[in-house]
Antibody
Framework: QLQLQESGPGLVKPSETLSLTCTVSGGSISSSSYYWGWIRQPPGKGLEWIGSIYYSGSTYYNPSLKSRVTISVDTSKNQFSLKLSSVTAADTAVYYC???????????WGQGTLVTVSS | AIRMTQSPSSFSASTGDRVTITCRASQGISSYLAWYQQKPGKAPKLLIYAASTLQSGVPSRFSGSGSGTDFTLTISCLQSEDFATYYCQQYYSYPSHFGGGTKVEIK
């Protein structure tokens, strides 16, 4: 059974780069069946899809964030990562990683990690 | 991009009520729609995919219907553990947007 766990700094300064890693257990990130995604949720607000990646490296990004987002995969560590550059307070959110069968629905999800952008 | 609009954004209901939440896509998405339940401080939980297929382990009081642009999530007999926020998500094409959410509160 797949399990996902986010990790990374909980506090990032404005204008810097937010970096998070999602570790996958219970299955291989190189499986041809899965895409791997990042979703975020600002405090008290709804869900926003950030982007997804296939093990081959193909990426798909939310156009509203595309200029600042990079998602990558490390098959040797069974991990995928998110980098969001030039962050502002508006990027403060709980960040979730999740798996997606053939670029479809998201299941399961990681528990989420709160990232606060503040000086 | 395909935008998803949920209605209502929130409402109050009582245990035992039958409740319906609506999700509308800005263009046709066939049946490429999922529903999630989220409780405070927790990650979203998949309830339904392919518009009407119940995820394993989800109680049968949850059901989904619709295709094209209009979809509904129905809870046939609301239980105390169902008070939560519900989101729809289209996966017909990227970007894979979520609806704005519907919060179901206790009356």
């Amino acid at each position: 059974q797949l399990q996902l766990q986010e990790s990374g700094p909980g506090l990032v300064k404005p204008s810097e780069t937010l970096s998070l890693t999602c570790t996958v257990s219970g299955g291989s990130i190189s499986s041809s069946s899965y895409y791997w995604g990042w979703i975020r949720q600002p405090p008290g607000k709804g869900l926003e899809w950030i982007g997804s990646i296939y093990y081959s490296g193909s990426t798909y990004y939310n156009p509203s964030l595309k200029s600042r987002v990079t998602i990558s995969v490390d098959t040797s560590k069974n991990q995928f990562s998110l980098k969001l550059s030039s962050v502002t307070a508006a990027d403060t959110a709980v960040y979730y990683c999740a798996s997606s069968i053939q670029a479809s629905w998201f299941d399961p999800w990681g528990q989420g990690t709160l990232v606060t952008v503040s000086s | 991009a395909i935008r998803m609009t949920q209605s209502p954004s929130s409402f109050s209901a009582s245990t035992g009520d039958r409740v319906t939440i609506t999700c509308r896509a800005s263009q046709g998405i066939s049946s490429y729609l999922a529903w999630y339940q989220q409780k405070p401080g927790k990650a979203p939980k998949l309830l339904i995919y392919a518009a009407s297929t119940l995820q394993s382990g989800v109680p049968s009081r949850f059901s989904g219907s619709g295709s094209g642009t209009d979809f509904t999530l129905t809870i046939s007999c609301l239980q105390s553990e169902d008070f939560a926020t519900y989101y729809c998500q289209q996966y017909y094409s990227y970007p894979s947007h979520f609806g704005g959410g519907t919060k179901v509160e206790i009356k």
